[in-house]
T-cell receptor, first 114, second 112 residues
Framework: DTGVSQNPRHKITKRGQNVTFRCDPI?????LYWYRQTLGQGPEFLTY????????KSRLLSDRFSAERPKGSFSTLEIQRTEQGDSAMYLC????????????FGSGTRLTVV | AQSVAQPEDQVNVAEGNPLTVKCTYS??????LFWYVQYPNRGLQFLLK??????LVKGSYGFEAEFNKSQTSFHLKKPSALVSDSALYFC??????????FGKGTTLSVSS
């Protein structure tokens, strides 16, 4: 296990379609985070899990967004009825139980909504 | 609300010169502060962190950062810049138990 893996790397979808992204964290990390990054901005927090429990959700996470982490392993982020404003890089990160260890980020999934 | 600010969108420096990338924070309690670097089409890579202890922390690739509580700053520094240091740098902060909040980033451009 060499790091955080995200799939797909790129996704182009038509407006109104649903998309799902997957993140495989470092196996011994309890925490998993999702962030969204748009051009010229820093990563914006979306949600995080400790094991299988979703502990915090940002106000940025509209009803069209849902995330899961079944069995506390990999996680999926689904966007329903995509809009052009959803076009962004979606970053996943994982960390051990304490935040002061810092996060390990995946390479991200770039979503383009046309 | 917690926040992290990077007042400069871009920093330009000549190779061999010292560099500073600025960061200020507004985090209640004792802050945990981090610097990350991002290369094009890549995820963020950890550079260094301040948790407690010495105000000067050393990290990867010769970078260091100084925590200044009175000025609520955590500036990233390097004594001698390399062209390969050119990238996008993010400062991030949090208090215990909450997710990292990132600044909007500073593009570092090192010219040869």
């Amino acid at each position: 296990d060499t790091g955080v893996s995200q799939n797909p790397r790129h996704k182009i979808t038509k407006r109104g379609q649903n998309v799902t992204f997957r993140c495989d964290p470092i196996s011994e990390h309890n925490r998993l985070y999702w962030y969204r990054q748009t051009l010229g901005q820093g990563p914006e927090f979306l949600t995080y899990f400790q094991n299988e429990a979703q502990l915090e959700k940002s106000r940025l996470l509209s009803d069209r967004f849902s995330a899961e982490r079944p069995k506390g392993s990999f996680s999926t982020l689904e966007i329903q009825r995509t809009e052009q404003g959803d076009s962004a890089m979606y970053l996943c990160a994982s960390s051990p139980n304490r935040v002061y260890y810092g996060y390990t980020f995946g390479s991200g999934t770039r979503l383009t909504v046309v | 609300a917690q926040s992290v600010a990077q007042p400069e969108d871009q920093v330009n420096v000549a190779e061999g010169n010292p560099l500073t990338v600025k960061c200020t924070y507004s985090v209640s309690g004792n802050p945990y502060l981090f610097w990350y670097v991002q290369y094009p089409n890549r995820g963020l890579q950890f550079l260094l962190k301040y948790i407690t202890g010495d105000n000067l922390v050393k990290g990867s690739y010769g970078f260091e950062a100084e925590f200044n509580k009175s000025q609520t700053s955590f500036h990233l520094k390097k004594p001698s810049a390399l062209v390969s240091d050119s990238a996008l740098y993010f400062c991030a902060g949090t208090q215990a138990g909450t997710a990292l909040i990132f600044g909007k980033g500073t593009t570092l451009s090192v010219s040869s």
